[in-house]
């Protein structure tokens, strides 16, 4: 099957490659708009870029009126943002952060997230979550449909005992993100597999092959 994607609408050309393009990390990205409200959404067009400087991407499609979604509005305000990665245990209240909440509510309140104070920006970060990285804004990019933030890391906050420090490694054993695969659906990241120069093996989350990065 060849599809020329000139030939197809905007739509389907996502569809195609939201559900193909899998699976994608989750960034659940909290903002604090120019009221003082935390608001808090995921979004799964997200990744790292680089280390030097320490920069991640997300992007956020635009609305059909025309207007941005409040994560961006806040972000293009403000310029800062604070990046967390959700896991299993708080999966399905990352979901609902993703409903239509009015601009005055927010999202931590509805869901029963709790907000802490950043080190170094405005936007709380989410105690709930394991890893959460304070950003500010990098550099912007537009296209038609899209923003594209590009993010600088300022500050790294993880759930005690989830690094080890003496040798700058994540324990992926305590460690247990969840993917967006499509929809509604997402993907844990328990069934993990080592390949090496004899071939691969499947390994259990506990495998000392897999444990750290």
């Known amino acids: 099957m060849d599809i020329d994607f000139t030939q197809i609408t905007e739509y389907q050309r996502y569809k195609l490659m939201a559900?193909?393009?899998v699976p994608r990390p989750i960034a659940l990205i909290t903002t604090v708009n120019e009221d003082g409200v935390v608001n808090a959404a995921p979004f799964s067009m997200f990744n790292m870029l680089g280390e030097e400087p320490p920069i991640v991407m997300v992007s956020?499609?635009?609305?059909?009126?025309?207007?941005?979604?409040h994560t961006a509005a806040n972000i293009v305000r403000s310029r800062e943002f604070v990046v967390h990665l959700p896991d299993e245990a708080m999966a399905e209240q990352m979901h609902r952060c993703g409903d239509n909440f009015p601009a005055d509510v927010s999202e931590l309140a509805a869901v029963?997230?709790?907000?802490?104070?950043?080190?170094?920006v405005a936007p709380p970060r989410i105690a709930e979550a394991p890893v959460a990285f304070e950003c500010t804004l990098y550099e912007l990019l537009e296209?038609?449909?899209?923003?594209i933030f590009i993010g600088q890391v300022?500050?790294?906050?993880?759930?005690?005992g989830l690094i080890d420090t003496a040798s700058w490694r994540v324990r992926l054993q305590n460690y247990f993100p969840v993917g967006r695969f499509?929809?509604?659906?997402?993907?844990?990241t328990r069934d993990r597999f080592s390949i090496d120069g004899k071939g691969s093996e499947t390994a259990?989350?506990?495998s000392t092959a897999i444990d750290e990065i």
């Not at 499509?182 to 844990?188: E, I, R």
């Open 19 to 21: 559900s193909l393009i």
């Open 204 to 206: 259990s989350a506990h």
């Open 143 to 147: 296209t038609t449909s899209r923003q």
């Open 182 to 188: 499509g929809a509604s659906f997402y993907v844990n």
């Open 60 to 69: 956020i499609n635009r609305l059909q009126d025309g207007l941005m979604k």
């Open 154 to 160: 300022r500050s790294l906050h993880a759930r005690e």
């Open 112 to 120: 029963g997230l709790t907000p802490v104070p950043s080190k170094q």
